[in-house]
């Protein structure tokens, strides 16, 4: 695993988001997302983060799917 965590090509990190992917049961982690660099170089807002928590749950809800 630490071969796929070397594996980024992105060296100008300026701005990342990073969560948790829970699945129905909210209590233990499927999986984790990582956002590097809004497009643009914008700040990430209040919106992005609302964004970003309902793709996560998307995510946790197709992993159980898939289960």
């Given at each position: 695993m630490k071969a796929v965590d070397n594996l980024s090509t992105s060296h100008d990190v300026k701005n990342f988001l990073i969560g948790p992917v829970f699945g129905t049961n909210k209590t233990t982690p499927n999986g984790i997302i990582q956002f590097i660099n809004k497009k643009g170089g914008d700040?990430?807002?209040?919106?992005?983060?609302?964004?970003?928590?309902e793709m996560a749950d998307l995510i946790g809800m197709?992993?159980?799917n898939t289960n």
């Open positions: 700040e990430i807002g209040a919106s992005d983060i609302q964004k970003f928590n197709s992993i159980d």
